[in-house]
């Protein structure tokens, strides 16, 4: 039980990497395509090739990372924020704050995650200019980022409650 | 009332230390509560804010960066820069702020290069027998310097927030960066003949030869951007894919001591920092949304028109503001919420939106940068191991430099406009 529950943990990373490289395949792609694709046909009088899809590939990569990467971030303190009036309180107090904090974030997952579905069904109408993707595929991306961040803010709280107190973030 | 709700969440959430985009998120939240707006507002901003092409440029050139970092490029170019001239008086000095300049043409982010820069340079400068205040005033000011080198984050943000080709401010930024390098040259030359700094031995033409050859692997990196750019030959982000297959061809088949799995974990963490720079610039953009509602960037006009007169000094005052907030609360959450309200007034009174975007950038540089509590300074520090108040006696001229560096900018705006304007880029 507790391996599966580990390696379920590597999910969104294992995500979150291959969406990365998803991104920067395609935008290689879109150079080779643009350039020397473009130039081929040309030359050659070759029947033109279209790559409109390549933006749309990246774009949505981008905002599936966002939202994957951020809810991560809670975890990994990569957002940056301000310690100097929570450092000068007693650790008591520190850590009801910090307690405090992950119930909020866990509130603003919930919110982003019910009213990113209701985008989501809202979109599920359209469809993308190029791919023809059906949109809600990309609006969910806030939805599945709105649940991990609430998964994400729970475990934090788990290790408040168990007395680790997380440590500032670096900047960007 | 909307707005004292906003700002008031927003404060009261980020003195307890909330992470400042969350902090943003709920303050947003409460503020589409009280407007009477629907919630669902605010999740599709955030997909609208991040599903963005040009931002696309950041994950690679946070990648190519750490990755180039890790193969060991940026030994070569702190050994290039002190061939050049480490061995004038206070050489090793004068090569921080030159191997800065190298350095942050292949890395996008300052924090890297803070850590790159303090931890290569700090060690040999205390050898040299700088002192450790020294040793941290020169790191943190080369790097405050080195965010106007592209490529760099915070200039495709801001292209992205003020519509303006990152393109553009990429070519704009190498001038004013080594405008402001030379300021900061000015200093340490100075220090370097008051306090008898060591020089390192003329390197013979043999070991010169080995610190150019060296060199030449990472160098394509800058070369390759100022070229493309000028030329026009491709897009930033274009050139953030270039320079990221560049960096895994450069590790695979040049310096081959990067394995593939340690390349997996810089993917993995490149794409956690931009996920981070992301999210922030697309939970701002309900702000957007908000403020344009309340019409706040209309009344902060009317607040700012006595400065409408003197460009200059419009952006000075904008400048001081964004230093201040940038200072407490890091550049990009500070530029993201300030800017799309300030540059409107900009470009009414008559300000070139890339002159704009680089004052904008060395302000945020300096902010990072400014005692007590930038978190670029705090980093340098930790690397010297001292404390704020024993670093500001020392500091304060570099500090001085700097601003030195930010007015001229702010007078000439030619410097800037040049590069993009021989690139027949803007008029």
């Keep these: 039980m507790k391996a599966l529950g580990r390696a379920v943990a590597w999910v969104p990373h294992i995500v979150l990497t291959a969406l990365m490289l998803v991104a920067m395949v395609d935008m290689l792609a879109g150079v080779f395509l643009r350039y020397i694709v ?97 949109l809600r595929w990309l609006y969910l991306a806030s939805v599945v980022g709105g649940i991990l961040i609430v998964v994400y803010s729970l475990a934090s709280l788990n290790d408040v409650r168990r007395g680790k107190v997380p440590g500032p973030a670096e900047g960007h | 009332m909307l707005v004292a709700i906003v700002i008031v969440t927003f404060l009261v959430l980020t003195a307890l230390s909330l992470p400042i985009v969350f902090a943003l998120g709920l303050a947003g939240f409460a503020g589409l509560l009280a407007g009477g707006f629907s919630l669902q507002k605010l999740p599709s901003s955030l997909v609208a804010g991040s599903q963005s092409w040009v931002l696309l440029a950041i994950p690679t050139f946070v990648f190519a960066g750490s990755l180039m970092e890790r193969c060991g490029m940026s030994y070569a170019l702190v050994n290039l820069a002190r061939a050049l001239i480490g061995w004038v008086r206070g050489g090793l000095g004068l090569s921080v702020v030159l191997a800065e300049y190298f350095f942050s043409g292949i890395s996008g982010s300052t924090i890297a290069d803070v850590s790159a820069i303090g931890a290569m340079l700090t060690p040999p400068m205390l050898r040299a027998g700088y002192s450790r205040e020294h040793a941290a005033s020169l790191v943190a000011s ?117 394995r593939p799995r340690e390349m997996l974990v810089l993917v993995h963490d490149s794409a956690l920092l931009t996920a981070a720079v992301v999210f922030l610039l697309a939970v701002a953009s ?53 800017v799309p309200v300030v540059f409107p007034v900009a470009k009414q009174i008559g300000i070139h939106p890339i002159h704009f975007n680089i004052v904008l950038t060395a302000a945020v540089g300096i902010g990072l940068f400014l005692p007590p509590i930038g978190v670029g300074l705090l980093m340098a520090l930790r690397f010297a191991d001292i404390s704020v108040g024993r670093h500001f006696r020392v500091y304060w001229p570099y500090l001085v430099s700097l601003f030195v560096g930010l007015i001229i900018l702010i007078l000439f705006p030619e410097i800037t406009l040049f590069l993009p304007r021989r690139a027949g880029m803007v008029r």
């Design chain 1, 38 to 134: 473009t130039w081929l046909s040309a030359t050659f009088d070759l029947p033109s090739v279209r790559f409109f899809w390549v933006e749309e590939i990246g774009e949505y990569a981008l905002a599936w990372l966002t939202f994957i990467g951020a809810a991560i971030g809670i975890r990994r303190g990569t957002h940056f924020a301000v310690a100097i009036v929570i450092d000068r309180f007693p650790p008591p107090v520190r850590r009801a704050v910090f307690a405090g904090q992950y119930v909020l974030l866990a509130t603003f997952g919930a919110l982003v995650a019910v009213f990113g579905w209701n985008v989501s069904e809202l979109n599920s109408q359209s469809f993308s200019p190029a791919l023809d993707l059906n």
């Design chain 2, 286 to 338: 309900v702000y957007q949304f908000l403020m344009g509602m309340l019409g706040v960037p209309a009344l902060l006009g009317e607040v700012l028109r006595p400065l409408q007169t003197t460009p200059s000094l419009f952006l000075l005052a904008v400048s001081v503001i964004v230093i201040a907030f940038g200072m407490v609360l890091e550049g990009l959450p500070a530029a993201v919420v300030l």
């Design chain 2, 142 to 258: 080369a790097t405050a310097m080195g965010i106007l080198v592209p490529p760099a984050i915070f200039m495709i943000v801001l292209g992205q927030v003020t519509d303006t080709s990152v393109v553009a401010i990429f070519l704009a930024g190498f001038i004013p960066a080594a405008v402001t390098a030379a300021c900061l040259m000015v200093v340490v030359f100075v220090q370097a003949h008051r306090l008898q700094w060591p020089k390192d031995e003329r390197p013979t033409a043999a070991e010169f030869n080995v610190a150019v050859r060296a060199s030449l692997v990472p160098m394509v990196v800058p070369v390759l951007i100022v070229a493309g750019f000028f030329f026009g030959a491709f897009t930033a982000t274009e050139a953030g894919a270039l320079v990221a297959a560049y960096a895994v061809a450069a590790a695979l088949l040049y310096y081959k001591n990067v």
